[in-house]
């Protein structure tokens, strides 16, 4: 039921120009790297990172890691070298800047088509925009349409706190409610859903602490910009083990044959209704995806 559950709890942004790192993202316990040809590449560098990354991604060793380029936004003159380079790429994603409205979604997926792209490969859209937040239950739900291919939203709060004022301080207040509002949207969509990169890599109690409010809100992961993000990342967004055994209980006491009929049962004390199993079901397939990658 839950074969699709990925672990997405640790997603490590790499410049695409830098192939030591690229190297390096072979060995790095991260869930997902994103290889960036965007705002970690200098202009007149682009042509020579798009190729890099798409040689890193080709010549594969990447394990259990998703794979993700990030191309350059649909306004610049980068995006339709970029787009054709991750369809031939075999990355399982590419992830698409500043999107703010479902139809640009469909152009992408329209292209990827054209383009010759393999159906596995995804989209992840980058929410970063005033409008693409006030927009974004239809910019969610566009994942029913299967064109547009996407599976995840990435928050990017650099980008929104520039284009509206809001600054981004400890605990997110100006800023909650939109986080909220995508978090919804991603869920009512059936589709992941990263939290913004923590720019200070060097203050990693700041950083726990927004990984644990990230978790508390729904978010499945965070975007990194360090390694050393890593590890309290895949900590906050790891189901507790206590949680899971939990959940094991739960899926274990509605099916037994004598619970068939019923809807509502007990367990130490606290009621659990159908819908607690099958998020206790969810919750063990995260687990087991995540032991899965020792």
């Not at 830098?18 to 290889?35: M, S």
Request: some cysteine; glycine content about 8%.
């Amino acid at each position: 039921m839950h074969s699709d559950i990925r672990p997405r709890r640790s997603v490590l942004f790499m410049p695409g120009s830098n192939a030591r790192a690229l190297e390096k993202g072979r060995t790095l316990p991260a869930d997902a790297i994103v290889i960036d040809l965007e705002d970690a590449v200098a202009p007149d560098a682009k042509a020579d990172a798009r190729a890099q990354a798409v040689e890193a991604i080709k010549a594969g060793g990447f394990g259990p890691r998703e794979v993700v380029l990030r191309a350059n936004a649909p306004d610049t003159p980068w995006f339709e070298a970029d787009l054709a380079a991750a369809a031939g790429s075999g990355a399982d994603a590419v992830a698409v800047p500043k999107i703010s409205d479902p139809e640009t979604l469909a152009m992408i997926g329209r292209r990827l088509d054209a383009l010759g792209a393999p159906r596995s490969l995804k989209v992840w859209a980058m929410i970063e925009t005033p409008l693409a937040v006030l927009r974004i239950e239809r910019i969610a739900l566009a994942a029913h349409d299967p064109v547009t291919r996407l599976a995840v939203l990435m928050m990017g709060t650099n980008d929104l706190a520039k284009a509206t004022g809001a600054r981004i301080v400890p605990g997110r207040a100006p800023m909650l409610a939109w986080l909220s509002s995508c978090v919804l949207a991603a869920k009512a969509a059936g589709i992941g859903i990263l939290d913004a990169v923590w720019n200070d890599f060097r203050d990693l109690d700041g950083f726990a602490a927004e990984c644990a409010q990230a978790a508390d809100l729904g978010f499945n992961g965070k975007t990194l910009i360090h390694p050393s993000q890593i590890a309290p990342a895949n900590a906050a967004f790891t189901p507790p083990a206590d949680e899971v055994e939990e959940a094991r209980q739960v899926i274990e006491i509605f099916a037994r044959p004598e619970n068939a009929g019923i809807g509502v049962l007990q367990l130490e004390g606290r009621m659990y209704e159908r819908m607690h199993a099958d998020m206790a079901r969810r919750t063990v397939a995260l687990a087991d995806a995540i032991a899965a990658r020792g």
